[in-house]
Structure formats: C-alpha cells, structure tokens
C-alpha cells in the first residue's frame, strides 16, 4: 500500500513539474517568461526616457555660447564616471557577446552605461538612446535566463528578447524592433539566431506596451513627412538612385569615423579627457549649427518643418556627419541609428531641392533606408522601421533601398563584430 501511495505521488509531482502535457496549444510557460522580459524591459526603457527628457529640459536652459562649456562638462562628468565605475562598452561588445560568449550580455556595467549616457545624450550628443537601452534590457534577459536556469540557445534567445524590448520601446515597432536585433548580430546570414524571432515578439509586444503606457505613447507616424503618393514604377527606380546617393553618404561617414578614431587613438589619453575634447568639439559645432545638437529624434521634424536654404542644407549634412563622428570616437555613449536617419533626410531634402522635380517622401524616406542599411548592415528592420516611423505605407520602394544600401556597403562592416569571426576593429 505504501509502495502504491508513494508511486502515485511520484506521478503526481510528475504532472505539477510538467503541466504542458495537458496543454493543447503552443501557448507554454516560456511565454510567461518572455513576456516578463517585455514588461521589465518595457518599464527600464520607460523610467529611463522619463529621466532623459527631464535632463535634457534642465540643460536645454543653456543656448548660444554656453552649448560649449555645458557639453564640456557633460563629457567630463560621462568619462570620470566610465573611469570610476568602469567601461560598458558599445554595440561591438553586445554583438561580440551574443556571438562569441554564449549569449551572455553582463548587467554588472550596467550603471556605468546609464549614466555616462544620459549625460552624452541629454547635453547634446549626436548618439541616440537605443544602444544604452539594448545593452540594459539585453543583459536583463541574460540575468532573468540566469534565474529560471536557461542554458544554451535558450539563455542566448533571452538575451536577445531583451535586446528586441529595447529596441521596440524606442522606435515603437514591435516587428522591427524584433528583426533588428536578429540582424544587427551578423552581416551574412541575417536568420542564423532565427530560433530567438519568436521570444523577441513576445517580449517587444510587451515592451512596447507597458512603455507606451508609462510615457502616454499613441499610436502613429513619430516623423512628419508627407503623404507618399505612387506615380509609377520609376519610383523603384528613383527609390534605387536616392539609396545610392545616400549609400556613398555612409561610406564618407564610415571613412570619416576612422578618421577620427586614429586621431583620438595616437595617443593613450584618459577616457575622461577623450570625452572632454569630444565635448568642446560638439559643442562649437552645436553652436554654429543648432539643429545637429542632440541625436535627431525631435530634429528631424524641425529638419522638415523649416525651408533651410540649400547651403544651410549642405552645411547640416556635413557637421551633422562629422558631429557623430566624434560622438562615437571620442567615447561618448549611445547609439548612432536614429542620427543616421537625420542625415539620410537632410540628403533627401537636399536631393529635392537640386531636382524639384522628384517625389520629396520618397527621396527623403529612400535616403534614411540606404544610409541607415549600409552602415548597420539591417535592411529587412530598417524598412519596417521606416515604415512605421515616417507613415510610409509602401514598403517595397522602401525595400529597393533598403536592399541597395546593404548591398553597397564596404565588405568590412562599420560593426567589427559582424564579420565571421572576432574583430578588434
């Protein structure tokens, strides 16, 4: 009877540790758990973008020639606080680990990067958010694998969710925001983690809407460029040769980041004193040229708002270019997408007004495809990106640039970490 009694009861702790094999759906536990990485990365991105607009409301207060000193400051205070409490790295480092580490992204620099970022993005910066947030929701997937015991590719599929929730709460695209971190983890083969697709759907749909709600997010095109309407199939054409412009674009910014890394590389400086220098440099370009101050996400509508002259124009493009440039070289942190796209639609804008004749959407959105697919090597996200950031209905023109930007990208990426093997690029 006892031998009964404890058979039964083996049966019964069976079934409690294995509920799924009464459960008829493909609806399981590790959806709870994905979508528990969407809520927590959702409400990091959300307290994190509370905190970035009340700094950049506070420093705003600072215009004209006090731009120069402010974002001096700024950039000490980022490099003394990456000297103390230690260097979180940058993308190379998140791809490297997903690819080489076992998926692993370690939450213990974490603070380092959310506060040297706040600082670099609320001055002024010419970064962007979006990478702070895929490194903190990206080892946040890591420790919550950790946790629940994850190994292997399920540990890495983790990570990866977190890095999509990031992405999405950002660009408010859950579908993009999931391809982008599948793509921005290798050049070549943009499926080869394909089995994480489905957690990072889960955890950006989530994502999106607990930051949605904590920021009173609607839903909607966040960029106000007009109304796209098809005349014909030279549009794919059009779409091609504005990917094409934009692409040699990238290649000159490519070259011009290189150019700036050997320069704050000749010498072994302080990582405070590299973002010191970096500072003074921004803000006398922040000075001179407004509109490049800050990463582009407000700009670029006032970008399109205002009739800038076609030298104005000229003029942004070029110290917008050379303000990234040092943004990313002189150690300052963030993430380059979204400054990207600023350049692609100063180009468009500028396309537009040497042939007035051409679809101005359809130059400006084509634009930011191509710069941003030749640089990121991400051309299946950057269209779906687009599409949900500018209204622009029409993904296929979108995809011809996409797709040409990617194909005329230098064959060693802007992103070491995406080549075959380990880069110290």
């Known amino acids: 009877m006892k031998l009964k009694r404890r058979r039964n009861l083996v049966k019964a702790l069976d079934i409690l540790d294995q509920p799924i094999r009464f459960n008829p759906f493909l609806f399981s536990r590790s959806f709870l758990l994905w979508a528990l990485l969407g809520l927590i990365g959702g409400a990091i991105a959300g307290v994190y973008w509370i905190i970035l607009e009340f700094l950049t409301q506070k420093i705003a207060i600072f215009e004209g020639w006090e731009v120069i000193p402010v974002m001096a400051i700024c950039g000490l205070l980022a490099g003394l606080v990456i000297h103390w409490i230690g260097d979180p790295g940058e993308i190379h480092l998140i791809v490297n680990n997903i690819r080489f580490n076992k998926g692993k992204l370690d939450p213990k620099n974490n603070p380092s990067m959310v506060i040297s970022s706040l600082l670099c993005v609320a001055s002024g910066g010419s970064l962007g958010p979006e990478a702070p947030l895929v490194q903190v929701t990206g080892s946040t997937g890591t420790w919550l694998g950790k946790v629940f015991r994850l190994k292997g590719e399920d540990l890495r599929s983790m990570s990866i969710a977190g890095m999509a929730s990031g992405f999405t709460a950002l660009f408010g695209a859950p579908l993009g925001g999931s391809l982008f971190s599948l793509e921005i983890l290798h050049h070549k083969h943009a499926v080869e983690y394909y089995k994480a697709i489905i957690p990072a759907l889960v955890a950006s749909c989530f994502s999106y809407l607990i930051f949605a709600l904590i920021i009173q997010l609607g839903l909607g095109a966040t960029w106000n460029v007009a109304a796209y309407e098809y005349t014909g199939v030279f549009d794919f054409a059009y779409a091609v040769l504005f990917a094409i412009a934009a692409t040699a674009i990238g290649w000159g910014y490519i070259f011009c980041t290189k150019f700036f890394k050997s320069l704050f590389n000749k010498k072994q400086l302080p990582i405070y004193v590299k973002t010191l220098i970096g500072g003074v440099l921004l803000g006398l370009i922040s000075y001179y040229f407004p509109i490049t101050r800050y990463f582009g996400h407000e700009e670029i509508n006032e970008l399109l708002a205002e009739d800038f002259a076609l030298k104005a124009l000229i003029a942004i493009l070029i110290f917008k270019i050379l303000a990234i440039s040092i943004t990313v070289t002189s150690g300052w942190r963030g993430g380059f997408i979204i400054p990207l796209f600023f350049v692609g639609a100063t180009l468009g804008l500028i396309i537009h007004q040497v042939f007035p004749d051409t ?25 779906i990106l687009l599409a949900t950031l500018t209204g622009f209905t029409y993904f296929i023109p979108i995809l011809f640039a996409s797709l040409m930007g990617y194909f005329l990208a230098p064959r060693i990426p802007f992103i070491g970490s ?8």
């Open 359 to 383: 679809n101005l959407t359809l130059a400006i959105v084509s634009c930011m495809a191509g710069i941003n697919a030749c640089v990121t090597r991400t051309p299946m996200s950057t269209t």
């Open 418 to 425: 995406q080549m075959e093997t380990k880069s110290d690029y």
